[in-house]
């Protein structure tokens, strides 16, 4: 089973941007549909974005034109760009199949300041 290690949280203000990462390491990763998922406090974990083995991608309407998921097939990581951050993108993110099918990583802390 694997189990992802998400990594490139922090605390920044309203409007800034920030670059998460992800490490997947199975050698069925080039054909599997990846996704990022966040869980604010007291909430329960949503669908941010996904990256199917293509490349296509789809976002939730909340971060769309803000944040953009991409892919290193060669290294099995999937990135998400974010920008203009707003207070309610506060979270937990982590990565996983588009399924959640793997094990949950730890995550990593995204805060953003008003």
């Known amino acids: 089973q694997v189990r992802p290690v998400e990594s490139g949280g922090g605390l920044v203000q309203a409007g800034g941007s920030l670059r998460l990462s992800c490490a997947a390491s199975?050698?069925?990763?080039?054909?599997?549909?990846m996704a990022w998922y966040r869980q604010a406090p007291g909430k329960q974990r949503e669908l941010v974005a996904v990256?199917?083995?293509?490349?296509?991608?789809n976002y939730a309407d909340s971060v769309k034109g803000r944040f953009t998921i991409s892919r290193e097939n060669a290294k099995t990581m999937v990135y998400l760009q974010m920008n203009s951050l707003k207070p309610e993108d506060t979270g937990v993110y982590y990565c996983n199949t588009n399924r959640g099918i793997w094990y949950w990583g730890q995550g990593t802390q995204v805060t953003v300041s008003s």
């Open positions: 199975t050698s069925a990763f080039r054909i599997v549909d």
């Open positions: 990256i199917n083995s293509g490349g296509t991608t």
